[in-house]
T-cell receptor, first 114, second 112 residues
Framework: KQEVTQIPAALSVPEGENLVLNCSFT??????LQWFRQDPGKGLTSLLL?????REQTSGRLNASLDKSSGRSTLYIAASQPGDSATYLC?????????????FGAGTRLFVKA | DAGVIQSPRHEVTEMGQEVTLRCKPI?????LFWYRQTMMRGLELLIY????????DSGMPEDRFSAKMPNASFSTLKIQPSEPRDSAVYFC??????????FGDGTRLSIL
């Protein structure tokens, strides 16, 4: 059974700092992995999607990497800003036999201090 | 594009009442998902549809929960009878097979 774990559960950093959020999954047979952002009282917004054949994806100050063999993904945020404060969730879509049954981690709550 | 639209945004009702949550997916998306989010269990997939057909409902907690998608632009999640432990935020999301899922802002449900 696929399990997704995110560490740390919460993180507080000063503005401008570079930071890394970690995600691990137990079954390497995945179709893709996504990083989402969730603001309080809102739904999830997709940040980056990495297909199983890819190693990383970049969007602006965000870079996500994927290492299927070790069951790990990282989300790197460069030059953090107070507007980055949110909960970040990692989600794994299982391999071809798993359909769209996406498994989410519990999230990392990020607070960037001005 | 208006995004995924959910209604109501908030629902407070008494135990035993029927609750109906509604979702309008993004036009052109052929997948629709219903999720439940709680502090204890995080975000859980309840059911998803492809081309209006339920594909996997293994996440539906029990028979009190049912979901329908009568057409490509509308879906409902119904709880009957409701119980306090059903209190959560319920999200609807939609996607095409090649895109990430787009989420609505959710319905915050409180069962007293």
């Amino acid at each position: 059974k696929q399990e997704v774990t995110q560490i740390p559960a919460a993180l507080s950093v000063p503005e401008g700092e570079n930071l890394v959020l970690n995600c691990s999954f137990t079954d390497s047979a995945i179709y893709n992995l996504q990083w989402f952002r969730q603001d309080p009282g809102k739904g999830l917004t997709s940040l980056l999607l990495i297909q199983s054949s890819q190693r990383e994806q970049t969007s602006g100050r965000l870079n996500a990497s994927l290492d299927k063999s070790s069951g790990r993904s990282t989300l790197y945020i460069a030059a953090s800003q107070p507007g980055d404060s949110a909960t970040y969730l990692c989600a794994v879509r299982p391999g071809s036999t798993g359909g769209f049954k996406t498994i989410f981690g519990a999230g990392t709550r990020l607070f960037v201090k001005a | 594009d208006a995004g995924v639209i959910q209604s109501p945004r908030h629902e407070v009702t008494e135990m035993g009442q029927e609750v109906t949550l509604r979702c309008k997916p993004i036009s052109g998306h052929d997948y629709l998902f219903w999720y439940r989010q709680t502090m204890m269990r995080g975000l859980e997939l309840l059911i998803y549809f492809n081309n209006n057909v339920p594909i996997d409902d293994s996440g539906m907690p029990e028979d009190r929960f049912s979901a329908k998608m009568p057409n490509a632009s509308f879906s409902t999640l119904k709880i009957q009878p409701s119980e306090p432990r059903d209190s959560a935020v319920y999200f609807c999301a939609s996607s095409s097979s090649l895109e990430p899922q787009h989420f609505g802002d959710g319905t915050r449900l409180s069962i007293l």
